[in-house]
């Protein structure tokens, strides 16, 4: 089967908070009539990112359309998860025409354009683009690169000491394999700063490669589908941290559900998730939660300091109204204080 009679998929990398679901909500949202289809995955027991798309409102965003795959990193789960979502919906009388596939902010892409080789699929799918979203000011602020004074103290006090950086290396390797870069959230850093995150953005990139500036995610959608960049078969052009073949773990980091009662205003839980994202090693929270006398769901979001909410739903009848918030970090950072924080203490 040639590449025009194969379903094309784009794979959407990036790491956490880079706002990867909002671009995939503006690409639905600018392609009425289109038959897409999308696979979520979370890393963590608890969906956010699949809820955020099938409630959306926005035609195409619907439960039948987004599969979510949360437990793991999809690129650790290839065969277990990936693979039958996939089959799922190229399995169905209607297929979709293209296929969005939105990894965990955790993910390295390589591993996933490499399932693309399977004899399996490799007959019905190709990968038609990976793209990498990157949140601009997080990198301005050198959230993805070692504090070059501790680093020094550390190699000063321990020479045996490993200094790889769990952040950095994801990071690098989604920019890596990427066809096409969104240099997102640009609004929020200045000129100067923008230049520097781009050549920062350059520095990894092993081959050429756009990067296109975005604001809250909002890009034509033909920048990013019909890129036909076959990827699963340009993997020599994609290097990684991790070889083939190498056991690709995240033990770096971790996540857990934490429950939050009713709150009495948004601004409330938003101060304490904020104090809850002061806790070392606090990566993102993100989550819903009921607040008193308000029939809308309030979603909230933590990158870093950076804590943003807003409404997105009514309530459904019936429907539980347990507030929840995924908070991602590296190992062993200190649960007990964040959930001390946000319940307000």
Known sequence: MSIVDKIPCTIVTGFLGAGKTTLVRHVMERSPGRRLAIIVNEFGDLGFDGSFLSSCGIEGCNEDSVVELPNGCICCTVADDFVPALNTLLDRADPPEHILIETSGLALPKPLVQAFQWPAIRSRVTVDGVI?????PAVASGFFADDPNALANQR????????DNPLEEVFEDQILCADLVVLNKADLIDEGARDRVRAEIEEHLPRAVEIVETEHGRIDPRLLLGIKAAAEDDLDARPSHHGEGEDHDHDDFESVAMLVGTVTTA?????RVAKAAEVSGVLRIKGFAEVKAKPMRLVVQGVGRRIAHHYDRPW?????RDGRLVVIGLKDFDQK??????AGG
């Open 267 to 271: 601004e409330d839980l938003a101060a």
């Open 316 to 320: 459904k009848a019936g429907e539980h």
């Open 156 to 163: 000063a006090a321990d020479q045996a000491v490993d200094h």
């Open 132 to 136: 990498a979203v990157v949140d601009g």
């Open 337 to 342: 204080a964040v959930a001390a924080a946000l």
